[in-house]
Structures are given as structure tokens and as C-alpha cells.
């Protein structure tokens, strides 16, 4: 089993940042890949970021691509998320998950674990 908790959540201003943190426990973190998701109110949970076991590898959906980076350190079983330029359709609860296989999964159904998720909300 692995454990994930998001932290870093919060209220901004249209164009404004956040960080967010997942820490992991339980398993040897570098043994998985790790993505973020969102689900905004009525929608269904999307993809936003991936990242491979070592770091060499990510993705990014279009709707973030040049204003998010996902990245991780191993030695701290900690993935983050930084979010730039944020926009009101950023508004989400933002999810972490932790992957056993495949290199850089963008589906949620690739996903083996969950944290618990925290809330972004982005005024405009």
C-alpha cells in the first residue's frame, strides 16, 4: 500500500501561483510514476501532469502545458506541482497518484493510488 496526502491548496487570484505537495509512504516511492489530477464541481476527474520513476519523463495536458511543472524528489518521497499563471478554470480539487506501471501514465485508470485531494480555488 502507498499513502498519498496533498498540501498546498488554497485561494489565489487569477495569475497568481501554488505549490502544491504530495508526500508518500509505505512503498519505495521511486518504484512509481506519479500523476496529478483535478475534478472540478460537475465534471469528471481530469489529467493534468505525469511524471516518470526517475524524473526523466513527463506530460502535461494541453489546458496546462507552459504554466505547470510537475516534479519530484525521490529522496523526500515528495512530488509537486507548480501552478503559474493560474486562471479561474483551475478551480479544482487537485488529486495526486502514485502508478506501478507504465512510464508516464495519463489515465486514470493506470492509477493504483490516491491521496485524498486539495482544493485550488482561483478568483478571477
Known amino acids: 500500500q502507498v499513502q498519498l496526502v496533498e498540501s498546498g491548496g488554497g485561494l489565489v487570484q487569477a495569475g497568481g501561483s501554488l505549490r502544491l505537495s504530495c508526500a508518500a509512504s509505505?512503498?519505495?516511492?521511486?518504484?512509481?510514476?506519479m500523476g496529478w489530477f483535478r475534478q472540478a464541481p460537475g465534471k469528471e476527474r481530469e489529467f493534468v501532469a505525469a511524471?516518470?520513476?526517475?524524473?526523466?519523463?513527463?506530460y502535461y495536458a494541453d489546458s496546462v502545458k507552459g504554466r505547470f511543472t510537475i516534479s519530484r524528489e525521490n529522496a523526500k518521497n515528495t512530488v509537486y506541482l507548480q501552478m503559474n499563471s493560474l486562471k479561474p478554470e483551475d478551480t479544482a480539487l487537485y488529486y495526486c497518484?502514485?502508478?506501478?506501471?507504465?512510464?508516464?501514465?495519463?489515465?486514470?485508470?493506470?492509477?493504483?493510488?490516491w491521496g485524498q485531494g486539495t482544493q485550488v480555488t482561483v478568483s478571477s
Open positions: 511524471i516518470s520513476r526517475s524524473g526523466d519523463g513527463s
Open positions: 497518484a502514485a502508478a506501478q506501471r507504465g512510464w508516464v501514465p495519463i489515465k486514470n485508470y493506470e492509477y493504483d493510488y
Open positions: 509505505g512503498r519505495t516511492f521511486s518504484n512509481y510514476a
